[in-house]
């Protein structure tokens, strides 16, 4: 589905931003137009695609030309307005440009997964490293009750759905791509099964719809339970949360067989 000519034209205006001001109106419009955008059922993928061009346009245009490397979702090609704006490098204002439109951003924490997201060469002995840190993250089965999930269980799409499956996606394809492409990649490098592959990408999809629903009905920095969610999306998030148990369980089988 093509995206809506209100988003091109927005994005054209981003790499010509000539003052921090303009960037903060510019972000504020961008959640504007997302909005609607959303509320039209425009596809969550190609608008976080959308959405991370704008933001890296933004903080290289002239009028901001902030001395940092973007990495992280942004980086990725990933970014959602409910999820921190992260780089390397410092720069004393750039936060407040994101800050002063509701937006959270801040320098990130030096760690092998911000290096590869922002392009940065892997090195020795880093994809074990990445795989080790991917499987860490390795999210707790849905507590059950009576054999059902239990309604008062937390909800945390990052935690248990988004940040696990990017993990698995930046060690099958270690570079700052969009980790639906990196889990293509991913197969195609003999890491993941196609089975896999195509089971993490539906979980990504399905959280990327729940993450880009919360934030469009205000209430993604919200502490919720399923009991709080939909029942669609009750049972669509259940499902997704199985389905990546199970492939990291398949992967670390995998993964102990290669050692």
Same mark, same amino acid.
């Given at each position: 589905m093509?995206l809506?000519?209100?988003l091109?034209?927005?994005s *054209? #205006? +981003?790499? &010509?931003c000539?003052s921090?001001?303009?960037a903060?109106?510019?972000?504020?419009?961008?959640?504007?137009?997302?909005?609607n %955008?959303?509320?039209h059922?425009?596809?969550?993928i190609?608008?976080?695609?959308?959405?991370?061009? #704008?933001?890296?346009d933004?903080?290289?245009?002239p009028?901001?030309n %902030?001395?940092?490397r973007?990495?992280?979702?942004?980086?990725?090609?990933?970014q959602l307005?409910?999820?921190?704006?992260?780089?390397?490098g410092?720069? +004393?204002?750039?936060?407040?440009?994101?800050?002063?439109?509701?937006?959270?951003?801040?320098e990130?924490?030096d760690s092998i997964a911000?290096?590869?997201? !922002?392009?940065?060469p #892997?090195?020795s002995?880093? *994809?074990?490293?990445?795989l080790?840190?991917?499987?860490?993250q390795?999210?707790?089965?849905?507590?059950?009750v009576?054999?059902?999930?239990d309604r008062d269980?937390a909800?945390?799409i990052?935690?248990?759905l #988004?940040?696990?499956i990017?993990?698995?996606?930046?060690?099958a394809?270690?570079?700052?791509?969009p980790?639906?492409?990196?889990? %293509?990649?991913?197969v *195609?490098?003999?890491?993941?099964?196609a089975?896999?592959a195509?089971?993490?990408?539906?979980?990504w999809r399905?959280?990327y !719809?729940?993450e880009?629903?919360?934030?469009?009905?205000?209430?993604?920095? &919200?502490?919720?339970t399923l009991?709080?969610l939909?029942?669609?999306?009750?049972?669509?998030?259940?499902?997704?949360?199985?389905i990546?148990?199970?492939t990291?369980?398949?992967i670390?089988?995998?993964?102990?067989?290669?050692?």
């Open positions: 093509a809506h000519q209100s091109l034209d927005l *054209e #205006l +981003a790499p &010509h000539q921090r001001a303009t903060r109106g510019l972000l504020a419009e961008a959640q504007d137009i997302l909005r %955008a959303v509320a059922q425009d596809n969550e190609e608008l976080a695609h959308w959405y991370s061009r #704008l933001v890296t933004i903080v290289r245009a009028g901001v %902030a001395p940092v973007l990495t992280g979702a942004a980086a990725r090609g990933d307005p409910s999820m921190p704006v992260e780089w390397i410092q720069d +004393a204002d750039l936060q407040g440009v994101f800050a002063d439109v509701g937006l959270q951003a801040h990130a924490t911000t290096r590869v997201d !922002a392009g940065l #892997l090195g002995g880093g *994809e074990h490293a990445l080790e840190e991917a499987l860490s390795r999210p707790p089965a849905l507590r059950m009576d054999g059902l999930p269980a909800v945390d990052k935690a248990t #988004l940040s696990p990017a993990a698995v996606a930046r060690w394809a270690p570079g700052p791509r980790t639906v492409d990196r889990l %293509a990649i991913g *195609e490098r003999g890491l993941l099964s089975s896999d195509e089971s993490l990408d539906l979980a399905t959280g !719809a729940l880009l629903r919360r934030w469009y009905e205000r209430v993604s920095d &919200h502490a919720a009991r709080d939909p029942p669609l999306d009750r049972t669509a998030y259940g499902s997704a949360c199985r990546v148990s199970a990291f369980e398949s670390t089988r995998r993964a102990e067989e290669y050692k």
